[in-house]
């Protein structure tokens, strides 16, 4: 192997489906490494897929790790208060990196929200990605509920255009619903 991976690495291996594998290498082979993952796993990948697949090595240069964690906010919130509780989040979360700074960004004019990404740095991958995102959204959860802040979630207003058959169903149910009111 060219030493761009070794025991102690964290990686991602995406398969020719796409799916992704992430691990920490614990001993590398002439045929194999032996990748565990977060559940205690162990898996020997073949080193051809080493070759053939897409292998992101977390912490080949640097153990430091960029994390993103999307939120959306409802479009009458006080979108320099979103801000500071993001930043807040961050600040109380275990694991992050004071350095390098959190970054908040917003990215777009949703349907439905204000899109706004969290950025922010660990040193220990193998300790896990999806966990620290949770424990900062958990909190992110809290300090909107504290300000009042609205996740929103997706709405659609429905346009029903008027022809026969339609009115026909509209007096039908007013019929049932006027029959229903005199009976009870």
Same mark, same amino acid.
């Given at each position: +192997?060219?030493?761009?991976?070794?025991?102690?690495?964290?990686?991602?291996?995406? %398969?020719?489906?796409?799916?992704?594998? =992430?691990?920490?290498?614990?001993?590398?082979?002439?045929?194999?490494?032996?990748?565990? &993952?977060? %559940?205690? &796993?162990?898996?020997? /990948?073949?080193?051809?897929?080493? +070759? /053939?697949?897409?292998?992101?090595?977390?912490? #080949?240069?640097?153990?430091?790790?960029?994390?993103?964690? @999307?939120?959306?906010?409802? #479009?009458?919130?006080?979108? *320099?208060?979103?801000? $500071?509780?993001?930043?807040? !989040?961050?600040?109380? &979360?275990?694991?992050?990196?004071?350095? @390098?700074? !959190?970054?908040?960004?917003?990215?777009? =004019?949703?349907?439905?929200?204000? %899109?706004?990404?969290?950025?922010?740095? /660990?040193? *220990?991958?193998?300790?896990?990605?999806?966990?620290?995102?949770? *424990?900062? #959204? $958990?909190?992110?959860?809290?300090?909107?509920?504290?300000? %009042?802040?609205?996740?929103?979630? @997706?709405?659609?207003?429905?346009?029903?255009?008027?022809?026969?058959?339609?009115?026909?169903?509209?007096?039908? /149910?007013?019929?049932?619903?006027? $029959?229903?009111? &005199?009976?009870?």
């Amino acid at each position: +192997m060219d030493k761009s991976i070794k025991p102690g690495d964290v990686i991602s291996v995406a %398969d020719s489906a796409g799916n992704e594998g =992430f691990g920490q290498i614990r001993k590398i082979g002439i045929r194999a490494i032996s990748v565990v &993952t977060r %559940d205690q &796993t162990e898996y020997l /990948i073949p080193n051809e897929n080493l +070759m /053939i697949n897409q292998v992101v090595n977390w912490s #080949y240069s640097s153990r430091d790790v960029r994390v993103k964690a @999307p939120v959306g906010v409802a #479009y009458d919130s006080d979108l *320099d208060l979103v801000e $500071k509780l993001l930043y807040k !989040a961050v600040e109380e &979360t275990p694991r992050i990196l004071p350095t @390098p700074k !959190a970054r908040v960004n917003i990215m777009a =004019f949703g349907n439905s929200s204000v %899109d706004f990404e969290l950025r922010f740095w /660990i040193s *220990d991958p193998e300790g896990g990605l999806a966990n620290i995102r949770s *424990d900062v #959204y $958990k909190r992110i959860w809290q300090l909107f509920k504290e300000n %009042d802040i609205e996740i929103p979630f @997706p709405q659609n207003d429905i346009n029903l255009r008027r022809n026969e058959p339609f009115e026909q169903l509209v007096a039908a /149910i007013g019929q049932r619903l006027e $029959k229903d009111s &005199t009976n009870g």
